[in-house]
């Protein structure tokens, strides 16, 4: 049974920094990607990053590109989000998900088979 399990998110000012973590367990997986994916109120969900399990490429989205870092820990199943110089506009629920396979590119969003229960992330003064 995959888990993936979320925490880090809260409420921060304009500018600051959180950094989320995604702690997975329950499979035995050759070829994944593990990514985020954000929701904020009355959108439909983005993916914001995502890093391959192969050879830790990462892909990010053009609106955070610069400002977020997705990292691994391989040792304890684990993936980050760092998030720096937050906006408002980066406000919503920010999923871990899971895409089996090899991608070139950022899995679409119904391409993850694995989802987390969210996070919420807040960003105001």
């Known amino acids: 049974q995959v888990q993936l399990v979320e925490s880090g998110g809260g409420l921060v000012q304009p500018g600051g920094s959180l950094r989320l973590s995604c702690a997975a367990s329950?499979?035995?997986?050759?070829?994944?990607?593990i990514g985020w994916v954000r929701q904020a109120p009355g959108k439909e969900r983005e993916g914001v990053s995502c890093?391959?399990?192969?050879?830790?490429?990462?892909y990010y989205a053009d609106s955070v590109k610069g400002r977020f870092t997705i990292s691994r820990d391989n040792a304890k199943n684990t993936v980050y989000l760092q998030m720096n110089s937050l906006k408002p506009e980066d406000t919503a629920i920010y999923y871990c998900?899971?895409?089996?396979?090899?991608?070139?590119?950022?899995?679409?969003?119904?391409?993850?088979?694995?989802w987390g229960q969210g996070t919420q992330v807040t960003v105001s003064s």
């Open positions: 890093i391959s399990n192969s050879d830790g490429t990462t």
């Open positions: 329950g499979f035995t997986l050759h070829y994944y990607v």
């Open positions: 998900a899971l895409a089996q396979g090899s991608y070139f590119d950022m899995p679409l969003v119904r391409n993850y088979d694995w």
